[in-house]
């Protein structure tokens, strides 16, 4: 076809308007048409784009400048004129010295020409480089997310599965994908759990549920399944995402929860009743106290009255364990080195549970110390003790190990509650029949007992589980049927020296209070016990006052300015307690000194600024024990 000599400018005006570049070459490889954007996509100059130059001669130009890498530019133009001789058609990208990216086509014409084409497709590829950067970033997070994220198609099939699906189900990501969905339900979920599958294909809407499924290690987990259909825009289904969240550890937790609820619930109650039986002790033993006092050694009531007092010893050592219970008993406390306390309860634990049952101690060569109530530790290990040999029939072995592990934010993971730092752990295990999953759930439940009505109350572990959370800790439980079970007890670390040695080098025996004939305030709602603590210190040489509430004492305490100390209740009828009676008592009088009594056996929180904390003698208590309080509170500094 021949071009009219009138057409030339209109072409060559059209080829300008082109965003590509063109370039034209003869059968002898020169140049004989070309374009604007030739020039400048090609970043060439007027002295190499012009009429009748070699293709040779601009690849050459090319790999002197550097275009084609720090080679050798003869061995490039070379290969180059290679290409263009043996390949008919060619396309690559080019990068420019600038980073713009080039894509270049030669194609070979059936008259021996070429034709060159240069298109800038820097921002194309980028574009493309970009997606693809999004897509391995969406990959990369869908593999580290704690969540089964999967999509099968409208057949079923299984198209996508992240890390985590892979690591769940057991199986690896090529495995996966291509593999029915309704094979990985029949293997994982119960029967119902396939109805459900198929109802939700059926109705093709998001939903959400609970299931328990099992996964690749053979583990049965608490799951929440999320059901998210994908349609197009004329609303074909296409398949649908799935995504499953473990929440076993929070199910668990919540657990945890509920029972620490109950055992608070039911701590609250006990620490209620406590309060009140101590007073009525306080009471038997107060009067049967005086009774035995005012009989002759030879009265045949004098063996009644020991019977009485020793009654009321074993039902005020009862109320105490209540009082552990409720979180209000402050107990004793002590900075103890386990690895030499324990060895010393082993053999008490063995007298408790009899011969059939053999006791082992592995201690650790730890010096980490608790700061715990050293007869609280004790009871929860004789508690332990007893549990274990209930649940070996004919004997067996129970193992106390001593162990100190630091838990930190990485094995919040493991679901037990505590708060990262150091914890000295003392574990008790048995060779019994272990407990049922359902048992395990329920075991620090309050009064839950698998024994027969009778045979136990069900607070033992409930005890257990509250001594180590008022400790500071918690308390775990493993165990399985018939492979036995382990106890925990988690107590925080203290820096603080041991003072067992000091405590018993410092001890002394109660020496006899003095009749100095001080004027004591008795502050007490109960007649009764007023009344007995009114005969005791009147016959201790004292002069003691009575007030049966606070406003009755600040009255009192007005009047009489010789008042030495106020003995008050801690829970005190009206607007005012006896800590808050105490504070306002000491504001109109500094030098008056204090001592609190309580049923509570502990001394109670009233946000009372206090420092130090005035003495507490808990109830109910004995006249010797009265005498060397009373004493101990008048030659008190404080």
């Given amino acids: 076809m021949k071009i009219s000599p009138d057409l030339v400018p209109l072409l060559q005006g059209g080829l300008d308007q082109m965003e590509q570049g063109i370039a034209i070459f003869d059968r002898t490889l020169k140049l004989v048409a070309w374009n604007h954007a030739y020039k400048t996509i090609a970043d060439m100059p007027d002295s190499i784009v012009r009429e009748g130059i070699s293709i040779e001669d601009q690849v050459r130009f090319k790999a002197e400048a550097g275009y084609y890498g720090d080679g050798d530019a003869d061995q490039a133009v070379r290969e180059c004129m290679l290409h263009f001789e043996q390949r008919p058609r060619q396309q690559f990208d080019w990068q420019r010295p600038d980073g713009r990216i080039v894509e270049v086509k030669h194609i ?63 199986a690896p990501r090529d495995k996966l994908i291509g ?31 609970e299931q328990r499924l099992k996964w690749g290690d053979g583990e049965v987990r608490d799951v929440l399944v999320q059901f998210i259909p994908h349609s197009d825009d ?15 550890l929070h199910r668990e937790a919540e657990n945890r929860l509920h029972q620490a609820q109950a055992i608070k619930s039911v701590g609250q109650l006990s620490g209620g009743i406590a309060h009140q039986f101590n007073n009525l002790l306080a009471i038997i033993s107060g009067h049967t106290e005086l009774l035995a006092e005012s009989l002759s050694p030879t009265s045949p009531l004098t063996d009644s009255t020991r019977a009485v007092l020793k009654a009321a010893s074993r039902g005020a050592a009862l109320v105490d364990h209540l009082l552990a219970f409720s979180e209000r008993r402050t107990g004793a406390i002590s900075i103890l080195k386990p690895d030499s306390f324990l060895p010393q309860i082993v053999p008490i634990l063995r007298r408790t ?55 930190s934010v990485d094995d919040l993971d493991s679901g037990i509650c505590l708060a990262p730092g150091d914890y000295l752990v003392i574990s008790v295990t048995d060779t019994g029949h272990g407990m049922s999953p359902d048992v395990l759930k329920q075991a620090f439940t309050p009064f839950f007992t698998t024994r027969d009505v009778g045979q136990a109350a069900g607070l033992g ?137 309580s049923g509570f056996g502990g001394f109670v929180d009233s946000g009372s600024t206090f420092s130090p904390t005035p003495p507490m003698l808990p109830k109910p208590y004995r006249a010797q024990e009265l005498a060397q309080s009373i004493k101990t509170a008048l030659k008190d500094d404080g």
């Fill in 461 to 597: 572990l409930s005890m257990v589980y509250g001594f180590a959370e008022q400790a500071g800790g918690t308390a775990t439980i493993d165990s399985l049927p018939d492979q036995g079970t382990t106890v925990t007890l988690w107590l925080p670390r203290t820096r603080e020296a041991d003072d067992s040695v000091q405590r018993e080098a410092t001890a002394k025996p109660a020496s006899k209070p003095g009749r100095d004939g001080e004027v004591i305030l008795v502050v007490e709602d109960d007649q009764d016990i007023r009344g007995i603590a009114m005969a005791r210190l009147a016959g201790l040489g004292y002069q003691p006052l009575e007030a049966h509430d606070a406003d009755h004492a600040l009255d009192l305490l007005k009047k009489r300015r010789d008042i030495a100390l106020l003995f008050a209740d801690v829970v005190l009828p009206g607007s005012m307690n006896g800590p808050e009676l105490a504070e306002k008592a000491r504001s109109g009088n500094p030098a008056l000194k204090i001592l609190f009594t």
């Fill in 234 to 248: 004329s609303n074909t289904f296409l398949g649908g995402f799935i995504l499953c969240v473990d929440f076993t």
């Fill in 353 to 407: 549970v009899g011969e059939q049952t053999a006791i082992e101690f592995n201690g650790g060569d730890s010096d980490w110390r608790v700061r715990v109530d050293a007869e609280q530790l004790e009871d929860a290990l004789v508690n332990l003790a007893l549990n274990a040999a209930a649940a070996m029939t004919g004997g067996g072995k129970i193992v106390i190990a001593s162990d100190s592990r630091h838990f």
């Fill in 179 to 209: 593999t029915d969905v309704d094979n990985f339900i029949a293997s994982r979920a119960p029967r119902e759990m396939a109805t459900r599958w198929h109802a939700l294909l059926d109705q093709q809407k998001k939903q959400s549920f």
């Fill in 108 to 170: 070979r014409t059936d008259q021996g020409g070429l034709i060159s084409t240069y298109s800038d497709v820097t921002e194309r590829v980028k574009s493309v480089e970009s997606a693809c950067q999004s897509e391995s970033q969406l990959l990369t997070i869908a593999d580290n997310v704690p969540v089964l994220i999967a999509f099968f198609d409208s057949d079923s099939t299984i198209r996508f599965a992240n890390k985590t699906a892979c690591r769940w189900l057991d």
